[in-house]
């Protein structure tokens, strides 16, 4: 556990930090106001990390023909790694899915770690942001090497987050161009039997520099009424009949339809338990 010494004495007007040893990536601060008051706290970075325990398969999430076969593509490139690596045939492990937010972006990444059987690491960038942009390159870095290190799948969502804030604030400008190159080089130098996924609904704003990094960029559109008609088919046919009659919507994304179609069931059930409270005697 890293330590951090912090000492109040009366002739400072501000503390003293004694010393910092980092170690697993945990920090515990000591607070001294004087020789008879010391207490302590601790913080932990990986408070900011996911891990994701649910289970799902490709199949479960709705894609294009094209969309699941670079993706069973890429499965099968990391079961084979040594393989390929005998032939001297890179391994694609830095991919990008893009698109509209709700079509499956995140069910992917826990799908494709499920398949490699291997954990899976959610970091929402927008959540490690700071506005000490160094702290945040070095919780970036403890993090990544966190992944290379347990041979876990790294899932960065909302990586736009890093594109909208090079442009907030123009004093931001040069630091936050600092932060961008941290990231081009932890995923240039990570390692090829890792895997890192990134999702963003806004490709366009991201440098380019990062883009180019991505061996494969992987696109998610609005799904068509006819993607969407298969997909109530297949979440209503758990329910009974009766309460599958839903009024369908269409031009929205896979979540808002899962949400719309649950509600409207949900609400079905509840007028059925409802009429049959009534008619009992």
Known sequence: MGVIFICF??????????????????????LCTDKNHFFSFS????????QDKEEVTLNDVFLGSNNRDQLVQLIKEHNYVKELQEYGLPVNN????????????????KAVANAL????????????????????????????????????VLFLDELDQIGKARGSDDKDVGEMRRLVNTLIQLIDYYPENALLLCATNHAEIIDTALLRRFQLKINYEMPSAEFLDTFYDNLLSKFPEDLRNIDRRYSISFAEAKDHALTSVKSALIKKLESQEITQP
């Open 9 to 30: 004495f009366p002739s400072l007007a501000y503390p003293l930090i004694l010393f910092q040893v980092p170690e697993n990536h945990s920090i515990k601060l000591y």
């Open 43 to 50: 913080m932990n970075l990986y408070n900011l990390i996911i």
């Open 94 to 109: 830095k991919i990008l899915l893009q698109g509209k937010s709700g079509c499956g972006k995140t069910m992917t990444a």
């Open 117 to 152: 059987g291997k954990n899976i690491l959610i970091l929402n960038l927008s959540n490690i942001v700071s506005s000490r942009i160094g702290e945040t390159s070095q919780n970036i870095k403890m993090i990544f090497d966190k992944a290379a290190r347990e041979r876990s």
